[in-house]
């Protein structure tokens, strides 16, 4: 067996048993129904081919003079047929209701697992392009292409059923018009590998597809989501947004065409194997009743059970390819799930009490670059310090908190906390010790009390209004419609508010103190914040944080004053480093020149 075709049969086993294995964990008695289903359906199937060639050969006897026996076996027959036709239609209808409520619940479930999931996986896979596409394709691949769990289970009823049907339509053609059966089964072995061409077309697409529908979708919703509408609107980005839009859409359309153009050949050739098989057919088995070989009522039995044997042969076919390509597209879902920890997790168990933290040699690439970062970072942050990070642009400030917060390992040297290597902790452990507010932090269309506590259960928590007290947002939260309850944004609530870039900030900020975490850092966290408001904000910031270790990125370096010491940020390292008493008055600083460019706006 090649290599490929291994990887392949590994894939739709695995698959197939990932899938009935939720449904056998979730919902095991749908097999049974599933089991029903198909022995209904195949019994019908046969009933169709079988019962006819009765009916029609009663009344062609009728012909001997015996009108009223004839006649009255043909109606039984007739009655027979009709209710293993009314009792199979039953049947199917009360299936099918219960596969559709299932597959919704189906969808649901996987969506909800796949989420969970790409909550948990290493936050580095958020700025990766290889682990967005793979998210993108899990989701496509589970839902669009393979129609979930569902669609992969109901294939392989469907062979279920079609195998039971083929059996009868074989036996029933090997007695009474046997050459049918090559006739049938060369004619399928062709349809079957112009299938096989087809499925391989729409899988390479498939691969192209998914990465503009990425990247189209990006676009589309950007334009049709209300929040960017200030930026579009102002930027005047809308016309290059749709030209982007009309790009990708350009592109995807023409995988479409590609994609068609490419089958059409496979298409014609099917049709005319289905006509020479369909003539070759009809033929023998007209020149079988006309010999006399066969009877009326089996001359409709044959075409009957011709018909049926090609469809449920062609359904099983159909059915195995179909498994195929749906667990080759669902695979990528289990490939997600399982995708490799980017980062090694440990087990250790945080010690109570003060923290020191140490970054020992540290130097940084992100993935997939070859750019450092930063160089031989050393600094020791005690507890209850509280560090300002100063820096230019670029200069590694943000990139540094992401190694402290550990959303990225160390390329080289190691950080510690009280003396242990970080990647020893356990991820939940290590994550208690860190409230931080980013830069580009993000607020939920949820209440305001949930945006702070991510918890619908802090009612009458006074912590939440102390923290709300402490950013200065009391006043702004007493003028909201519904206090804390007041839903953010309107996407779920007409009464839901927006609020002031400052107002997020604050929020934010409450968001982290409420966690009560040993360590605070913020990335600029005044940013959005009016003078006034921000000089409060420094001014109580020892109340703020209380006896915390505090690291926060500030650009606005009056900031600087109120804290214990300042790491300068420059040329990928820690340039300068001390109080600000220390290094505002350095000859040839780069502290003191940034602060005395700065002073000169804000003093006199
Ligand atoms: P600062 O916070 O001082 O403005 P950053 O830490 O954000 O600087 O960025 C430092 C450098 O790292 C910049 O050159 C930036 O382009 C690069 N960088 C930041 N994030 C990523 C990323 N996810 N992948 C690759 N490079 C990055």
């Known amino acids: 067996m090649s290599e490929k075709k291994k990887k392949t049969d590994s894939k739709v086993l695995q698959t197939l048993k990932f899938m009935f294995g939720i449904m056998l964990r979730e919902k095991p008695w749908f097999i049974v129904i599933y089991v029903i289903m198909g022995l209904a359906g195949a019994v019908s199937s046969a009933a169709g081919i079988v019962i006819p060639k009765f009916v029609i050969d009663e009344l062609v006897a009728m012909s001997d003079g015996d009108i ?29 209701y219960v596969q559709d409520i299932l597959r919704e619940w189906f969808n649901e479930y996987i969506d909800l697992k796949l989420a969970e999931r790409a909550m948990e996986t290493d936050f580095q896979y958020t700025e ?14 589970m839902s669009w292409y393979s129609g979930g769990i569902m669609g992969v289970t109901d294939s392989v009823y469907y062979i279920f059923q079609n195998t039971i049907t083929a059996v009868a339509g074989a036996g029933i053609i090997i007695f009474t018009c046997p050459w049918l059966l090559p006739v049938q089964l060369i004619s399928l072995a062709l349809i079957t590998l112009f299938q096989a061409k087809i499925n391989k077309i729409e899988q390479a697409s498939f691969v192209e597809l998914s990465k503009f529908n990425r990247i189209f979708g990006y676009v589309f919703w950007h334009l049709a989501d209300f929040r960017f509408g200030k930026d579009i609107r102002l930027y005047d980005s809308a016309d290059m947004m749709n030209r982007k839009a009309k790009f990708y859409s350009d592109k995807l359309i023409g995988v479409w065409k590609k994609e068609s153009y490419d089958e059409r050949g496979y298409q014609w050739k099917m049709d005319i194997t289905n006509a020479l098989r369909d003539g070759i057919s009809y033929g023998y088995i007209g020149w079988l009743a006309l010999t006399g070989a066969i009877t009326i009522g089996d001359l409709s039995m044959c075409i009957g059970a011709a018909g049926t044997l090609y469809f449920s042969l ?10 195929i390509k749906k667990c080759g597209y669902a695979h990528r879902y289990i490939e997600f799930m399982d995708y490799p920890a980017a980062m090694p997790k440990g087990n ?64 080289e040297g190691e950080i ?12 939940e452990e290590y994550r208690k010790l860190f409230a931080v507010v980013f830069q580009d932090f993000s607020l939920f269309a949820f209440s305001l009390r949930e945006n702070i506590a991510f918890s619908d259960d802090t009612k009458n928590d006074p912590a939440i209004n102390e923290v709300i ?37 604050k929020a934010a900020i409450a968001r982290a103190l409420y966690k009560n975490a040993p360590v605070v850092i913020l990335d600029e966290p005044t940013a959005a914040l009016d003078p006034v408001a921000e000089y409060d904000i420094y001014r ?16 606005r370096l009056s900031s600087c004053k109120f804290c214990d010491r300042i790491a300068v940020f420059a040329d990928c390292t820690i340039k300068e480093y001390g109080t600000h008493a220390e290094l505002a008055d350095k000859p040839g600083g780069i502290y003191a020149e940034m602060f005395a460019a700065q002073a000169q706006y804000y003093v006199g």
């Not at 160089?375 to 400030?397: C, F, M, P, W, Y």
């Not at 609020?499 to 900030?505: F, P």
Request: proline share 2%.
């Open 540 to 555: 109580q910031f020892d109340t703020l944080v209380g006896g915390k270790t505090a690291v926060y990125i500030s650009h």
């Open 128 to 141: 990766d392009p290889d682990a967005l596409d793979k998210l993108n394709k899990a989701k496509e691949g």
């Open 416 to 427: 510690l906390i009280d003396g242990v290597n970080i990647k020893e902790y356990s991820d």
């Open 469 to 505: 007290g402490k950013c200065g947002l009391a006043d702004d939260v007493g003028k909201l419609s519904d206090g804390l309850g007041t839903m953010i944004y309107k996407s779920f609530d007409e009464n839901g508010t927006e609020l002031s870039g400052g107002q997020k900030q």
């Open 314 to 323: 062609n359904g099983i076919i159909d059915g195995i390819q179909g498994i």
């Open 68 to 96: 009223q026996t004839h006649i009255t076996n043909a109606v039984i027959w007739a009655a027979a047929f009709a209710a293993v036709l009314v009792l199979a239609a039953i049947i199917a209808a009360a299936g099918n």
């Open 348 to 411: 250790h168990r945080v010690p109570e009490g003060p923290h020191v933290i140490e970054f020992r040699n540290v130097s940084f690439r992100y993935p997939r670059t070859d750019k450092w970062v930063l160089r031989n970072i050393n600094i020791t942050i005690k507890q209850g310090e509280h560090l300002s990070v100063v820096g230019l642009n670029g200069a590694g400030k943000t990139t540094f908190i992401k190694l402290l917060c550990r959303l990225y390992d160390v390329t």
